[in-house]
């Protein structure tokens, strides 16, 4: 579509109708003339009505109109050098030349019978792109708007700040190993810039133009403050999450090296714990082959255990001893033993007082030499209590069974 | 005060050119004054992206005239004329096409020629997200490729890009320092153009690599008795990015015989039309199974449930009808 545009816009200013285009094209091509000539005459027509338009453009351009037919043979000129010195090329551009008009032909026979729409469309889609490259047109088109002259002398006494271009020592297409690298691109693209940069300092320095922005020069920038801003926070954003992963990246680790702390510890305790009772079967079999043999079994199993005790250097003593013989302790302290009488502790309270067997068999409190003696009783009838007093001297009063028993357990 | 100075300086100094002027045409120097304005604008049809980068680079060109969307695809010539209107000797033209493609035309009005581009890979500026920036309407040094002075229509080529991209001295609204380089490198067939920031930083004594280059070059500045030694530079891009690929050179303005046609590009029309195609061919491919099929079964006579029948004269139905 781009094309059928191109064409008709081109068309309309030679207006000429179609088929008159390709003919004339065919007999510029089959003249020797330039091709560059007719769209010459056409441009200084168009600067001589831009003379009569504007002064302002008629002072830029009156140089360019007037020197332009002087121009022209120039080009000419230049063509022939050229001509000369690549007479080969030459040769093959008129081969292609041939080919083009050749394919031109073709494409007439083809669609002279067709409607004009239907032979855009077929030339739409089966037109074949071909090598158009007016290598003199070009030039002479360069050379007609070109800012510094073409003549290298002459290009030198222009100032670099009129036209600020500068062309890299090196193509980029070499530097780069592969287009579709996006790194090693821009870097060359970066590279070139910079060297441009560089020379362009120094020339500009050179001539005396401003070059850095001093610090206190504040104007509208390119980019507004908003966007920095917000490029700003992207950066920051992104320097924060890089961060935080790094420090939960480092958590990670530090958790995976805890647990293998962990880890060994349990192996030492597990180890220890080993050794300990590896250290406890040596000395049962050694407490089994010695002369513990002749004691009964559980004074035995009593011995050994403190001598156990004894050869792990005492660290569970109390805990051992307190487990086994609870029973023969006596009362932690009074206080907690006059609690225990009181609110009670343990055991069958109901008839504890009460005389059983065993009390009446116990005969401790009795003696002989107290009953010969006689009137203990009627004493002890009187009064209890004076009667204890009085012989309390000689001997005790017998004691309550409880009493007795307690007295027992206290040894 | 400052103004009266101002304008009178001005007068003297515009004298001044003027005599210099005069002095180059007599002697035959021929340097024009650089007058460029550009005409920006857009057909309809245009994505934001497209309208985005557009607005970038209007920013960029202090020498620019941003227009409203031009109505036509087909009369680009009208182009000519918008273009005097407005006084402007460039016209930007962004033609955008099934609300995807875009093409660049970069005309040289009145006389052309005209350069039409493919656009890809565009990136504005505000979504790359680059560090860099730099001021409103400053001078951007052009860097050019070495590939650039070598064939004729690359060369065209760079001078349209020098009259677009350039600003000319003392363009009004522009700043008088220069904090940015605009890159165009040839790779691949393509333009690839990006823009980057200057930022001048204290040197390093670390880079031993830079110093010898840097040491030439300062070499040359101590000779001219400034002081660049002390600074380095560092590119740090702003955007945009956009990659061009030449399509065609017009003589004229929108108008007038191709020069330059080139013939490795590919029309995105294309490109997508063989996405299609091969994508239709497995359809096509099944389709055609099916329909033999069908063809042998009827060669066989299955297909109305009744087989294949010889009729010779031999069969018994024949002979014994």
């Known amino acids: 579509m781009a094309k059928k545009g191109a064409k008709l816009a081109a068309k309309a200013p030679i207006a000429k109708s179609q088929s008159d285009g390709v003919t004339d094209k065919k007999n510029r091509r089959k003249s020797n003339d330039p ?75 083809n669609l002279d019978d067709m409607d004009p729409e239907e032979k855009e469309e077929l030339a739409a889609t ?58 090693e691109r821009e870097l060359a693209f970066l590279n070139a810039a910079r060297e441009s940069a560089l020379k362009a300092r120094n020339l ?26 917000a490029v700003k926070q992207k950066m920051i954003e992104a320097a924060t999450a890089k961060k935080a992963s790094a420090e939960a990246r480092k958590q990670r680790d530090l958790k995976k090296f805890g647990k293998q702390v962990q880890v060994q510890k349990q192996q030492e305790r597990a180890k220890e714990k080993r050794a300990t009772l590896e250290k406890i079967n040596e000395l049962k079999k050694k407490r089994k082959d010695g002369g513990s043999a002749s004691l009964g079994a559980r004074e035995a ?86 009667a204890m007093s009085a012989k309390a001297k000689g001997s005790k009063p017998r004691l309550g069974k409880d009493k007795r028993k307690g007295g027992a357990g206290r040894r | 005060m400052a103004a009266v100075y101002k304008s009178l300086a001005k007068t003297s100094s515009k004298a001044d050119k003027m005599d210099i002027d005069e002095d180059s045409k007599s002697s035959g120097n021929g340097v024009r004054k650089n007058k460029q304005r550009v005409l920006i604008l857009s057909s309809r049809g245009v994505t934001h992206r497209h309208r985005h980068l557009l607005n970038d680079l209007a920013a960029m060109l202090p020498h620019g005239r941003k227009d409203v969307k031009f109505d036509s695809k087909s009369n680009l010539y009208q182009l000519n004329e918008l273009a005097e209107l407005y006084n402007c000797n460039n016209v930007m033209f962004f033609e955008a096409r099934k609300g995807k493609d ?15 581009f493919h656009a890809q890979n565009l990136h504005t500026m505000e979504e790359l997200h680059f560090q860099g920036n730099c001021l409103k309407g400053s001078r951007p040094i052009l860097s050019f490729d070495a590939t650039f002075e070598t064939e004729p229509h690359l060369q065209v080529i ?158 018994t139905r024949e002979l014994f009808a």
């Open chain 2, 102 to 116: 875009l093409y660049m035309w970069f005309s040289k009005v009145p006389n052309g020629p005209t350069i039409k």
């Open chain 1, 35 to 109: 091709p560059v000539e007719a769209p010459i005459a056409e441009t200084n027509e168009d600067e001589e009505w831009e003379d009569e338009d504007s002064e302002e453009d008629s002072d830029l351009e009156e140089e360019g109109g007037g020197v332009d037919f002087s121009k022209l043979e120039d080009i000419n000129d230049s063509d022939s050098d050229s001509e000369i010195n690549n007479s080969d090329s030459e040769n093959e551009d008129n081969d292609e030349e041939e080919e083009e008009e050749s394919e031109i032909d073709v494409d007439d026979l």
């Open chain 1, 204 to 229: 500009l320095k050179k001539e005396g133009v401003p070059f850095t922005r001093p610090t206190d020069y504040f104007a509208e920038t390119l980019r507004s403050d908003e966007t920095m801003e």
């Open chain 1, 301 to 386: 199993d009593d011995m050994f255990d403190v001598a156990v005790d004894n050869e792990l250097g005492g660290g569970n003593k109390a805990g051992g001893k307190r487990g086994r013989s609870g029973g023969d302790h006596g009362p932690p302290n009074a206080k907690r033993q006059k609690k225990n009488e009181k609110y009670g502790f343990g055991g069958k309270k109901r008839f504890g007082k009460s005389g059983d067997a065993i009390s009446s068999g116990d005969m401790s409190g009795f003696s002989a030499k107290r009953m010969k003696n006689g009137g203990g009783a009627g004493d002890g009838k009187k009064t209890t209590f004076s």
């Open chain 2, 158 to 315: 760079k001078e349209v890009f020098t009259h677009m991209f350039g600003v000319p001295e003392g363009t009004r609204k522009s700043k008088p320092f220069v904090d940015h380089v605009m890159g165009f490198s040839v790779a691949d067939g393509k333009i690839w153009i990006r823009n980057y920031e200057i930022r001048e930083v204290a040197k390093t004594k670390g880079d031993d690599g830079d110093e010898e280059e840097e040491g030439a070059t300062s070499k040359k500045s101590k000779k001219g008795g400034l002081d660049s030694k002390e600074t380095d530079i560092s590119l740090i891009e702003i955007g945009p990015r956009f990659v061009l690929t030449p399509i065609i050179i017009q003589e004229g303005a929108f108008g007038g015989p191709i020069i330059y046609e080139n013939k490795r590009f590919i029309s995105p029309n294309h490109v997508r039309a063989e996405l299609r195609k091969s994508k239709a061919s497995r359809h096509v491919a099944r389709q055609e199974q099916t329909r033999d099929n069908l063809a042998r079964k009827r060669k066989l006579g299955l297909e109305n449930g009744e087989a294949f029948k010889d009729k010779s004269g031999l069969d």
């Open chain 1, 126 to 183: 089966t037109r074949v792109r071909q090598t158009i490259n007016n290598k003199d047109a070009l030039l002479a088109a360069l050379k007609r708007i070109s800012l510094v002259p073409t003549d290298i002398k002459k290009a030198a006494l222009v100032p670099f700040a009129y036209h600020m271009t500068l062309v890299t020592s090196k193509p980029t297409q070499e530097v780069i190993p592969s287009i579709d690298d996006d790194l």
